[in-house]
């Protein structure tokens, strides 16, 4: 079941370019990473899905129902949290997450009170009074206290300390294992990697690559090291050539015998040969006309 689909989803601000064209799908049960740097159009997808922002033109459906017909509907099994924490000023943390409870029309209070203890969340204060890290605490228990089908997050992490980040990520994998979606934006590449089954790389508005992490990390491509040399001799079909501190790494796509003829020829301590991680993968992809086969 597609849990998000969305066909030819285009959002633009007057003449200014939001998302062109997404066609977008969420599988039921995915723990899908949606990847872009700043301003690639994470935030306006998302915004657009959960309704904040009218499309301009296209569909998008959640649960197999309209983003626009059928919103109370929608919004009332999604777990959304924005990139930005912000709060009504002046206001208890207890009493936030009471009335995004009560929005929910649940009662969310033994749930709330587990995830406020797991998150070192002090419910007595105000917001104003609170940092960055511990806003976004505040907008995760609402994001989840409710329990909802569909988790739509767009740059959790940010402001979140490491150690808090890693106890979102052991609470957002509980929810998973009990079957619920989530759909995760992030810049953040090593966070996908080690968290999402599916991923969609998004620059400038449009999907240029969407499939399984480890097959958007496998390709004929490798990652090569070179240790205990000064220069390079001519290699066929390498980019991002980088000097190391006791020689080079780079990219080679050709086959791994020619590499290997030409190494053998060269007086080196040592050769690494890997694949390529996802930030090469997507660094790669965000090159002009750039693709991975």
Known sequence: MHV???????????????????????????????IGPNGAGKSTTIRTLVGLTQKTSGSARIFGKDIEQDK????????????????????????????SADLHKKDCRKQAVQLCE??????????????LGNRKKVSI???MQHN??????????SGLDPLMQKEFFTLLKERHKTGAT?????HILSEIQRNCNRAAIIREGQ???CNRVENLTQ?????????GITSLPDIPNIRNLQTTSDGFSFLFQGEISVLLQILSRINLTDVNIADPDLEEIFLHYYEKGGTMS
């Open 4 to 34: 998000i689909e969305t066909n030819v989803l285009t959002k633009y601000y007057g003449k200014a370019r939001g998302i062109i064209n997404l066609n977008l799908s969420v599988e039921e049960g995915d723990f899908f990473g949606f």
């Open 72 to 99: 109370e509907k929608i919004l009332a099994d999604i777990g959304y949290m924005p990139s930005e924490a912000m709060f009504y000023p002046g206001m208890k943390v207890r009493d936030i997450i009471k009335l």
């Open 118 to 131: 797991q998150l070192q969340l002090d419910t007595s204060r105000k917001i104003d009074e609170l940092s």
């Open 141 to 143: 228990v609402c994001a």
């Open 148 to 157: 909802p089908r569909l988790y739509i997050l767009d740059e959790p992490t």
């Open 182 to 186: 989530i759909f995760l934006s992030s």
């Open 207 to 209: 999907i240029i690559a």
């Open 219 to 227: 390709t004929n491509t490798k990652h090569v090291t070179v240790h």
